[in-house]
């Protein structure tokens, strides 16, 4: 099988060496796939996010993008990319349509592909009237929206999500989850992370729970569970409380 993301032995640390932030960790992401990332508040997600990206370098390991490898092919390994942080770090004396517009010229995306996509992120996000402002106007939901059209624009193969739904209204957050699986359908691939076990649970096609560095468990929901009919939660707080490993 082709995989859309593969991490292979991937490790970081910080400190000179002194703080393992991501500890020889390996997953590989299916095209068709949402696959949620979880674990508990600095076990190594926003790195790992981060070196997948190409923001962070790796001190060991590999990671392929669409068949691209990120230190060796970074240029294309990154156009295969739509990425959402998890802060809002945003260039916010531009005009979200200048924003988008921006990210449309970085990325290559003619002129017909950015005027129908802008045009239909914008329309879903209820952006359409707030485009023309500056972005340091926007609210905090504001900013989260206008940096998701500007990821989601080029219509990448993987979008990664870090905490996308932070912020957004419950309409925009339903609407964004459709989003997510109708690019799926294409056959492409979603890697996204959350603190909100409910959304996982019902959106992923599988999970991976890391846990100080180290992926924990990957799998299905029913192959996370060893028995019985547990909910994510339980799942993931018998796991990272207890130091178990359960993989697939």
Known sequence: MVFILSIK??????????VKAVDDISLEVRPGEIFG???PNGAGKTTTIKMIAGILPM?????TVNGFDIAKNPINAKMSIGYVPDSHEIYDRLTGIEYLNFIADV????QEERRRNIEKYLVMFDMKEAAGQP???YSHGMKQKII?????????PLWILDEPL????????????EE????????YTVFFSTHVLEVAEKLCHRIGIINRGKIIAVGTLDELRSSGDKSLESIFLELTEEGSVLHE
Do not use: E, Q
């Open 107 to 110: 990325y290559g995306v003619s």
């Open 148 to 156: 998701l059209t500007g990821a989601l624009l080029h219509n990448p």
């Open 9 to 18: 032995n991937v490790s970081k640390s910080y400190a000179k060496g002194r």
């Open 59 to 63: 001190d060991s390991g590999t990671i």
């Open 37 to 39: 990332f979880i674990g």
């Open 180 to 187: 997510m699986n109708r690019h799926c359908r294409k056959g």
């Open 135 to 137: 972005i340091m106007s």
């Open 166 to 177: 932070t912020g957004l209204d419950p309409k925009s957050s339903h609407l964004l989850k």
